[in-house]
């Protein structure tokens, strides 16, 4: 289960520069027992979100929640995208305040199907009433052992350059689609590759490019902190790329903070993140930098007021105009989310 409530219990922190408007560009919700023995639907996130934070808007991210059973697997997920916005539907009634939950969806599409993923596409359009915004097909994938990976959702190695994924993704753009990717830092320059294959699909890297810190990664923070740095410079050259700042309290990359007696402060936080965070802000700049929670997955390492806190310290000096883009406008103008 994601997040053990009398651990993160133990740090309660208050919501700095409570006024300033969030939009949160990447959340799950789940009821994933199966799995997980974790539920994580409407409820268990608005008690997240409702420790002082002024978050306005969010947009949900694949997690395979809610498939169509019985249904064509390439038509199953659309289920996913069903449900989301009838959360996103009862969000909008106003009956539970802010934030509009899922006011943009993005799903899952297998690009693997080639040109025939656009009549899946075009289901899930239909299915989002209004706010679905594109897809994540996740290529997280590591040959090491030790490396928790997403093997099942990568078995062409490279998939990146695979010609019948790339007939696919080509399926995007006409449609009005983005695509999020998630994947390991390893794997970053072949999402520059496909950048640049690519120029008018919008892309954004989720969790600034997984870097791993865990298995044979584990000891070799400052070598692979430079490898990554140079991969997402170049990244940065490719102008429809925009980056998620966010995910580094997942275990996988190595901090440790989960093992701590209590939950770490936001300062600790901040001070281990800063970095990576500071690297791809000055790389991509603010107009193409989100915050994200990465909810509830990083609520392995901490509450999200803290993971929120510590976005705040790190960009504490910034100006105003920079804070606003990379807390809300960045995440609003990438998923065209119209707020009221």
Known sequence: MYGQSDWLAKRVETALEPELPICDPHHHLWDQHYAFASRYLLDEFLADVGGGHNVVSTVFLECEAFYRAGADEAMAPVGEVEFVNGVAAMSASGLYGLPRVAAAIVGFADL?????????????????????????????????????????????????????????????????????????????????????????????????????????????????????????????QCPNVHVKLGGLAMKLTGFGHHKLDQPPSSQTLAEAWKPYLMHCIEAFGPERCMFESNFPVDKATCAYTTLWNAFKLVTEDFSAADKAALFHNTATGFYRIEET
Do not use: C
């Open 112 to 236: 693997r199907l080639g040109e025939a993923v656009g009549d899946v596409l075009r289901v899930e359009i239909q299915a989002g009433g209004g706010r679905f915004r594109g897809i994540r097909h996740a290529t997280a994938s590591d040959p090491n052992p030790g490396i928790i990976g997403a093997d099942n959702t990568n078995p062409n190695g490279d998939i990146f350059s695979d010609p019948t994924f790339r007939q696919g993704f080509a399926q995007l753009a006409p449609l009005g689609l983005s695509y999020d990717a998630w994947l390991y830092h390893p794997q970053i320059p072949e999402l520059t590759g496909l950048a640049q294959a690519f120029p008018e699909t919008p892309i954004v890297l989720d969790h600034v490019g997984g870097p791993l810190g865990i298995g044979p990664y584990a000891g070799r923070r400052d070598e692979i902190f430079a490898g990554w740095a140079k991969d997402m410079n170049s990244l940065a």
